[in-house]
């Protein structure tokens, strides 16, 4: 069965230093998303990419987040300079088709462990 | 604002009992209402989804009822066994748009 696979699993990094999370959706999905989730608490949205631009983003993905897709497969999520408050669970999720459409089904990577120290 | 509201934030069942998870929304243009499940640990997964034009739907043990007019929807699990022990979280979309998530349900069930 295709999955959404992310990398690395756990990262600790000081705050202050930058983060790439990496992101592999699935193979014939057209529009990707980070989720957040800090522990024990609700999942949000952080931003959406679509078309090689993002199409959607919330008020949490400010300045210091980036996202590309910088070949046919990967969709990465940066954070320029980390802060405490950055430490979550960031799941990468894709879909065929959008929101409520017939193939709008999110499927979520396993996630990726940010630490920020 | 918090566009989903879930309810209750925990729920402990006895095998075999019935599980309710509750969810209520504001934006009226919302026509997408899935419920995924997470393990820890995992991500979340897709368990059921109900669009608005019925206020029904059954999959095996998992049946979401929706009532438009409350603006409600909710997840009753049938016959709970300790497997189905996970978070439970409901949400919401609007054709092509974001999902936005409630803040999850904590599922025990105790054999």
């Known amino acids: 069965e295709p999955e959404v696979t992310q990398t690395p699993s756990h990262q600790v990094t000081q705050m202050g230093q930058e983060v790439i999370l990496r992101c592999v959706p699935i193979?014939?999905?057209?529009?990707f998303y980070w989720y957040r989730q800090i522990l024990g608490q609700k999942v949000e949205f952080l931003v959406s990419f679509y078309n090689n631009e993002i199409s959607e983003k919330s008020e949490i993905f400010d300045d210091q987040f980036s996202v590309e897709r910088p070949d046919g497969s990967n969709f990465t999520l940066k954070i320029r300079s980390t802060k405490l408050e950055d430490s979550a669970m960031y799941f990468c999720a894709s879909s065929a088709g959008v929101g409520g459409q017939g193939t709008g089904e999110l499927f979520f990577g396993e996630g990726s462990r940010l630490t920020v120290l | 604002q918090q566009q989903v509201k879930q309810s209750p934030q925990s729920l402990i069942v006895q095998k075999g009992g019935i599980s309710i998870i509750n969810c209520a929304y504001e934006?009226?243009?919302?026509?997408?209402f899935p419920w995924y499940q997470q393990f820890p640990g995992k991500g979340p997964a897709l368990l059921i989804a109900i669009r608005p034009d019925v206020s029904e739907k059954k999959e095996g043990r998992f049946t979401i009822s929706f009532n438009k007019s409350a603006k409600q929807f909710s997840l009753h699990i049938m016959d709970s066994q300790p497997g189905d022990s996970a978070t439970y979280f409901c949400?919401?979309?609007?054709?092509?748009?974001?999902?936005?998530f409630g803040t999850g349900t904590s599922l025990t069930v105790i054999p």
């Open positions: 934006n009226t243009a919302f026509d997408y």
């Open positions: 949400a919401a979309s609007a054709t092509g748009n974001q999902f936005y």
């Open positions: 193979s014939n999905h057209l529009y």
